[in-house]
């Protein structure tokens, strides 16, 4: 199982962003495959979700409304819409997956991770 995150950069406060995640090695459909945030100094954040099976989603009450994540499974891709963007969403960004179909924004839950995608928010 392989997850290559891309698409974070610097944007200006109020800005927006999408993310992707591409995944190799398994089937969305069999996955739930969550977002994650570590800004430095900091734990990692749980802040979105998708299970595989039926596309419901999770969110964490400080991304909620700004942040929207999506799946494309013939891509075998899932995105995360950020905006309005605010310089506390500063942080390396991550993606993971868990092969089961129940949503978690718990980090030690997930057993696959990719690498990560700085996101710098700041004008």
């Known amino acids: 199982v392989q997850l290559v995150e891309s698409g974070g950069g610097l944007v200006q406060p109020g800005g927006s962003l999408r993310l992707s995640c591409a995944a190799s090695?398994?089937?969305?459909?069999?996955?739930?495959i969550g977002w994650f945030r570590q800004a430095p100094g900091k734990e990692r954040e749980g802040i979105s979700c998708i299970i595989g099976r039926n596309l419901r989603t999770s969110y964490a009450d400080s991304v909620r409304g700004r942040f929207t994540i999506s799946s494309d499974h013939a891509e075998n891709t899932v995105y995360l819409q950020m905006n309005s963007l605010k310089p506390e969403d500063t942080a390396v960004y991550y993606c993971a997956a868990d092969p089961v179909s129940w949503a978690s924004l718990l980090a030690h839950e997930y057993d696959y991770w990719g690498q990560g995608t700085p996101v710098s928010v700041s004008s």
């Open positions: 090695g398994l089937r969305l459909d069999d996955y739930t």
